[in-house]
Every structure is written in structure tokens, then in C-alpha cells.
């Protein structure tokens, strides 16, 4: 069985969910991300899992209004692989959405490594 990379970015943003799925085949097409990561984006309250660690980082995100979940998947990847990718695609969505703006960008990327979530920094 081919492995999945998979990764999370947990972010607080301004725009609707519905404002950056329009604008993401664009901003995929800037970050130069692999045609076939697959992109989720919803909200903390949806994200269903029995990954316990997880679960309290989903916690964390709620508490500190990360009002969005960015689930990243990767065929044939590392979770750290895919975390890159998805840093690419957070990259453009700050340009896209918060500079132009004016407004500083509050998120985090997370990905399983050696059974510990881990930043990616």
C-alpha cells in the first residue's frame, strides 16, 4: 500500500472558506504544488478523528480562534513533505488574502513524525 503524507494548518482567517476555494486552483498554480495533494479545508469543529493529540491541538486551535483547518494529503509522501507543500499553499494564501490587507497572519502547520505532532517551522 502506497504511504500518505497528510499535515494540518490550523490558521485564523479573514476571508470566507468559499472566497479562498475560488481563489485556490491560483494559488496552488503560484506554489507550484503537486497536482495531486489533496486539499480540505473546514473548521475545527469539524475535523473528526480518534488521534488524541490531535484532538488537543484541534482543542488549542479553537481556543485561540484558528477559525480554519487546512487537511493536506500527499500519495506517495512523508507527513513532513506534505507540511512543505502545504507551507507553499499558506505562503500565496497570505499574499493573496492578508498583505493586501494590511493584516498579520495567525497559523500553524502541524504534522505527525515519530508518533508526536511536530511544527513545522
Do not use: W
Not at 472566497?19 to 469543529?45: F, G, K
Not at 478523528?49 to 488537543?56: K, R, S, V
Amino acid at each position: 500500500m502506497e504511504k500518505e503524507g497528510r499535515a494540518y494548518a490550523f490558521v485564523d482567517c479573514v476571508s470566507p472558506i468559499r472566497e479562498i476555494e475560488e481563489n485556490l486552483s491560483v494559488i496552488r498554480e503560484c506554489a507550484q504544488t503537486p497536482a495531486d495533494l489533496e486539499l480540505r479545508i473546514t473548521t475545527p469543529h469539524k475535523i473528526n478523528t480518534n488521534d488524541e493529540e490531535l484532538i488537543e491541538i484541534i482543542e488549542e486551535a479553537k481556543r485561540t480562534d484558528k477559525n480554519y483547518v487546512f487537511e493536506a494529503t500527499l500519495r506517495g509522501a512523508t507527513n513532513r513533505k506534505t507540511a512543505d507543500e502545504l507551507a507553499d499553499i499558506m505562503i500565496y494564501l497570505f499574499r493573496a488574502v492578508y498583505e493586501e490587507k494590511g493584516i498579520p497572519f495567525r497559523g500553524e502547520i502541524r504534522y505527525e513524525e515519530g508518533g508526536k505532532y511536530l511544527f513545522r517551522r
